[in-house]
């Protein structure tokens, strides 16, 4: 305690300051011009460092951690671009809470989300795989070889949670509209007055064109498209990143048959306990979620400028020349 206690002695609130919004900087901004990916707790220090803060590698991680900033921990996210974001999203949202357009939907109405996992990879390891034993994790061999690709189509059912699907050489308008039909086909859906169809902005059902050519061949279906850059908003995600790590990873396949097999059998076996997934998720959540993000850009744009004011008067010379 006594080294934390002289740390904060020794730098001043405005130095730590800076130290943590040097954490949060991206190496790639115009200020940095570094050729990383991202900082190390070193890294960081030496920026420190540059504009004339002496902290130790120390201090300066205990300081990163009594915030939980963690500048060398990086993780994938989607950011919401739509403009229209909350005007696509509510009524899909209504959907799955069995609202349209505020009336509660009927016994013979469903709500079917679809996708497509493209690129599936059959690979077969060069070594067989060792099962897990105690102390050691189970291992699957590095090297691979490659027996081609397929395509797997699925569609959730929101109040069932059966999924229905089928694998394809290659993703397209006719083989999901060959996969519609198969799931359309099924006896629960044979007297449906009308099935909302949620798709993503895919080639294989753009926007422009899907919902006509679908409406034509299949009249009670309505294809209802999510926003740009939120799939986090289609249900079918969720059973796609089930079969990821539970039927797919690792990968060990000798063909794109077993490949298949393995897709189809998975579907079925998931089917014989599917339950609907508990969506809580609300329009008035993605509002407050839309405000909360709003305001970190300003409050982004904020720390930046008194970055780069701080970093200015950090580096301005003592006694500046005298006209």
């Not at 040097?22 to 890294?43: I, W």
């Not at 799931?183 to 064109?209: C, K, M, W």
């Amino acid at each position: 305690m006594r080294r934390v206690r002289d740390a904060r002695r020794l730098f001043p609130p405005e130095e730590q300051v800076v130290v943590k919004a040097l954490a949060c900087e991206r190496p790639t901004d115009a200020s940095t011009r570094r050729p990383l990916s991202r900082f190390s707790v070193d890294d960081v220090c030496r920026r420190a460092w540059e504009l004339g803060i002496p902290m130790s590698y120390s201090t300066l991680w205990r300081l990163l951690h009594r915030d939980a900033l963690r500048p060398w921990l990086q993780e994938q996210w989607l950011f919401p671009r739509d403009p229209r974001l909350l005007e696509k999203a509510t009524p899909i949202l209504g959907l799955y809470h069995r609202k349209w357009e505020g009336q509660p939907l009927g016994p013979r109405e469903y709500v079917l989300c679809a996708d497509e996992m493209t690129g599936l990879q059959a690979l077969s390891r060069i070594h067989p795989s060792l099962a897990p034993a105690p102390g050691r994790a189970g291992r699957y061999e590095f090297e691979y070889e490659r027996h081609g690709t397929l395509c797997y189509l699925a569609f959730l059912d929101v109040f069932s949670g059966q999924v229905s699907g089928q694998t394809s050489p290659k993703s397209g308008i006719e083989p999901f509209e060959q996969a519609l039909a198969q799931v359309l086909a099924q006896r629960r859906y044979a007297d449906a007055e009308r099935i909302f169809l949620i798709v993503d902005n895919g080639s294989s059902h753009h926007p422009s064109t899907s919902p006509a050519r679908i409406r034509r061949q299949f009249p009670q279906v309505q294809v209802i498209h999510l926003p740009v850059h939120s799939s986090w908003l289609n249900q079918i995600e969720i059973y796609f990143s089930i079969v990821q790590r539970k039927a797919l990873t690792p990968a060990d396949f000798e063909s794109v048959d077993a490949l298949e097999q393995r897709l189809l059998w998975f579907q079925w076996d998931y089917n014989q306990r599917a339950e609907p997934f508990r969506w809580n998720y609300t329009r008035d959540d993605l509002e407050r979620y839309l405000e909360r993000l709003e305001q970190k850009k300003g409050a982004w744009a904020e720390a930046q400028a008194a970055l780069q004011t701080r970093q200015q008067a950090l580096l301005a010379p003592a006694n500046p020349p005298m006209n």
